[in-house]
């Protein structure tokens, strides 16, 4: 299991940008060869996926967030980043990056995102 360590996070307005980042904790852990996914979680609800990559760079985004998220990988750096930006008051979460399918033993404790209006 790779244990992953996100950060970035923060307090903004609306409308304005962040970028998350997501790296494994220890050396000798890679995950350039892996599928990676950001997910967020607001209390008492579910984690969503809000955005997923290939190792070889190709990255999907749902239609909740298209055109507002980007995800990119730099595999030199074996990490994992999320560009984020026109942010909503609904986009408040705690931020997590994962495997795709997930890695139940690879959760972090991710980074919180707050918006304000």
């Known amino acids: 299991q790779v244990q992953l360590v996100e950060s970035g996070g923060g307090a903004v307005q609306a409308g304005e940008s962040l970028r998350l980042s997501c790296t494994p904790s220890?050396?000798?852990?890679?995950?350039?060869?892996?599928?990676m996914a950001w997910y967020r979680q607001v209390p008492g609800d579910q984690r969503e996926l809000v955005a997923r990559?290939?190792?070889?760079?190709?990255?999907w985004t749902p239609d909740s967030v298209k055109g507002r998220f980007t995800m990119s990988r730099d595999n030199a750096k074996n990490t994992v980043y999320l560009q984020m930006s026109s942010l909503k008051p609904d986009d408040t979460a705690v931020y997590y990056c994962?495997?795709?399918?997930?890695?139940?033993?690879?959760w972090g404790q991710g980074t919180q995102v707050t918006v304000s209006s």
């Open positions: 994962n495997m795709w399918p997930i890695d139940f033993g690879s």
């Open positions: 220890g050396t000798g852990s890679s995950i350039s060869r892996i599928t």
């Open positions: 990559i290939t190792s070889g760079g190709n990255a």
